[in-house]
């Protein structure tokens, strides 16, 4: 089944707010891995190929890195709907489930996003959200239509959570999965919330 989904990854932040502020966001470690690494391990029920990696500062070193995934790149940086519509070009012919979820977003599992897919499919869905995280499955044919409505906002950028929003205006149908744990939902834009994602898995590992 997995060749009906595609995965977008979106990894363009940067990592200025971080000590190491030449290193990418996606690049900063927690548990001594990159926050991607997570990201990818959890997506490993998709081959490499069919996960598309959108890159923006320090795109090189991301992809010195992850060598065995296609990206595109994102500039300028205009928001998550502008990310998406920069992958659109090596997608856009794909006629299944497009899964756009965030590079700096590690807590989430491979279950989790397997879930996703599931109730995504079972209830035939133009797009499912995962809980109030900005991760999306979507209809590749309803993500694309709806990325053409997409208007920017005061800062100037294209917001993703507005597609699903006009899909259910259009009445199609919007549903919401669930995650498996309600710290899946943390990603990492300050050292503090870096050091809380240590904690976190430093926790989940003594679980295990």
Same mark, same amino acid.
């Given at each position: 089944?997995?060749?009906?989904?595609? #995965? *977008?990854?979106?990894?363009?932040?940067?990592?200025? +707010?971080? %000590?190491? @502020?030449?290193?990418?966001? $996606?690049?900063?470690?927690?548990?001594?891995? %990159?926050?991607?690494?997570?990201?990818?391990? #959890?997506?490993?029920?998709?081959?490499?190929?069919?996960?598309?990696? $959108?890159?923006?500062?320090?795109?090189?070193? $991301?992809?010195?890195?992850?060598? @065995?995934? %296609?990206?595109?790149?994102?500039?300028?940086?205009?928001?998550?709907?502008? #990310? $998406?519509?920069?992958?659109?070009?090596?997608?856009?012919?794909? %006629?299944?489930?497009?899964?756009?979820?965030?590079?700096?977003?590690?807590?989430?599992?491979?279950?989790?996003?397997?879930?996703?897919?599931?109730?995504?499919?079972?209830?035939?869905?133009?797009?499912?959200?995962?809980?109030?995280? @900005?991760?999306?499955?979507?209809?590749?044919?309803?993500?694309?239509?709806?990325? &053409?409505?997409?208007?920017?906002?005061?800062?100037?950028?294209?917001?993703?959570?507005?597609?699903?929003?006009?899909?259910?205006?259009?009445? /199609? +149908?919007?549903?919401?999965?669930?995650?498996?744990?309600?710290?899946?939902?943390? @990603?990492?834009? &300050?050292?503090?919330?870096?050091?809380?994602?240590?904690?976190?898995?430093?926790?989940?590992? /003594? *679980?295990?």
């Amino acid at each position: 089944m997995s060749e009906q989904l595609k #995965a *977008i990854v979106l990894a363009a932040g940067k990592g200025s +707010r971080f %000590p190491d @502020g030449e290193l990418p966001k $996606v690049l900063q470690r927690a548990g001594g891995r %990159p926050l991607l690494e997570y990201v990818l391990q #959890a997506l490993s029920f998709l081959p490499p190929r069919d996960t598309l990696l $959108v890159l923006g500062a320090g795109a090189e070193k $991301v992809k010195a890195a992850f060598p @065995g995934y %296609p990206c595109v790149f994102q500039s300028p940086q205009l928001g998550t709907g502008h #990310a $998406v519509l920069c992958a659109q070009g090596k997608l856009e012919d794909f %006629p299944g489930d497009v899964l756009v979820c965030l590079g700096d977003m590690p807590l989430i599992s491979r279950e989790t996003y397997e879930a996703l897919w599931d109730t995504h499919l079972r209830e035939d869905n133009a797009c499912t959200e995962l809980a109030d995280t @900005g991760v999306y499955i979507f209809k590749a044919t309803e993500l694309w239509r709806s990325l &053409t409505t997409l208007r920017p906002n005061e800062a100037g950028e294209y917001d993703l959570a507005d597609a699903p929003a006009w899909l259910e205006k259009q009445g /199609e +149908r919007v549903g919401k999965g669930e995650l498996r744990r309600s710290e899946e939902l943390l @990603g990492a834009d &300050t050292p503090e919330q870096l050091r809380m994602l240590e904690e976190i898995l430093k926790k989940w590992e /003594e *679980i295990v």
